[in-house]
């Protein structure tokens, strides 16, 4: 089964609400592949393989390599052609990374559903110990919020995450002639790295609930944003040095570090 012309994958009926858009540019899938610069002694999980685009040069890496593939008709057609591949047919969101991982960190790579791009990349940050690096495309607008800067109008919860838990790279942009059906956007390939000890956040979960508090709605002052999780942790108020008139799109991401561990010391935080 040969699955290089563009008129094959009209036969296949991609599925749109699982995001399917094939990638058709070969030089496009080895760049992706090659940026993970993958040892044979890797572990290698891959999102979303679909009709193998990235996976024909996965698997010639030699690494341990498992792909996860939520539709079952194409995860049947990916055997086929690849004999003795390992593919969990499962939806990517409910597969235990920590499980996969066992005791050796893994490189995750993907043309992701752009349908799931946040879901995923916040498993990425839930489970970030377990991951050595990650390697996906997605669409351009949210690859611009995870790098954006204070300021900006793509600063947001998925830029302080991705910036605060990872070290990112843009990699390359993609147009929609790359694919197959064509998407509507711009792709972009990014590169994460989770090496990085994020030892200076105590209580994780209390500070995701802090930050999805304080940039719900960024042009609010941090005063009005935070009243009700002030409230709940019966925070003194006055104790912190951060001026509440500001909005909290205003401030950069050490700022926002140091108002957290400053409100953690001036609060009422049961124990997790
Ligand atoms: N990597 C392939 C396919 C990209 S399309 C290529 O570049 O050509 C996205 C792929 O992700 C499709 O195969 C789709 O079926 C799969 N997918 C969609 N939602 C998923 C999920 N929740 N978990 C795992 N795979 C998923």
Do not use: W
């Not at 996860?68 to 990517?92: T, V």
């Not at 490189?107 to 791009?117: A, H, S």
């Not at 304080?214 to 951060?242: C, D, G, H, I, P």
């Not at 500001?246 to 140091?258: C, G, H, N, Q, T």
């Amino acid at each position: 089964m040969s699955l290089s012309s563009k008129e094959k994958y009209k036969i296949f009926k991609p599925k749109k609400f699982l995001g399917q858009n094939f990638l058709t540019d070969e030089n496009i899938s080895r760049k992706i592949v090659a940026s993970l610069d993958i040892k044979s002694s890797d572990k290698v999980i891959e999102i979303g393989p679909g009709y193998g685009a990235l996976t024909k040069f996965l698997v010639n890496s030699k690494c341990d390599f498992i792909a996860i593939e939520i539709d079952r008709s194409i995860a049947g057609k990916l055997r086929d052609k690849y004999n003795g591949i390992s593919i969990i047919e499962k939806d990517f969101l409910d597969v235990s990374l920590k499980d996969l991982a066992g005791n050796k960190k893994i490189k995750i790579v993907g043309n992701i559903p752009y349908n799931i791009t946040s879901q995923i990349l916040f498993k990425f940050f839930d489970d970030r110990d377990v991951i050595k690096m990650a390697v996906v495309m997605m669409q351009k607008e949210v690859a611009q919020r995870l790098v954006a800067t204070k300021g900006t109008k793509n600063y947001g919860i998925l830029s302080l995450n991705a910036q605060i838990y990872s070290d990112i790279k843009k990699l390359f942009t993609v147009p929609p002639t790359a694919f197959f059906p064509k998407p509507a956007v711009d792709s972009m390939v990014l590169s994460f790295s989770f090496l990085r000890k994020v030892d200076f956040i105590k209580n994780h979960s209390l500070f995701r609930e802090f930050l999805r508090a304080a940039f719900s709605q960024r042009r609010k002052t941090l005063r009005n944003s935070l009243k009700s999780f002030f409230e709940n942790y019966q925070t003194n108020v006055n104790s912190l040095s951060t001026d509440l008139s500001r909005r909290s799109e205003s401030l950069a991401i050490d700022e926002i570090i140091d108002l957290y561990n400053e409100i953690l010391s001036s609060s009422h935080i049961p124990n997790p």
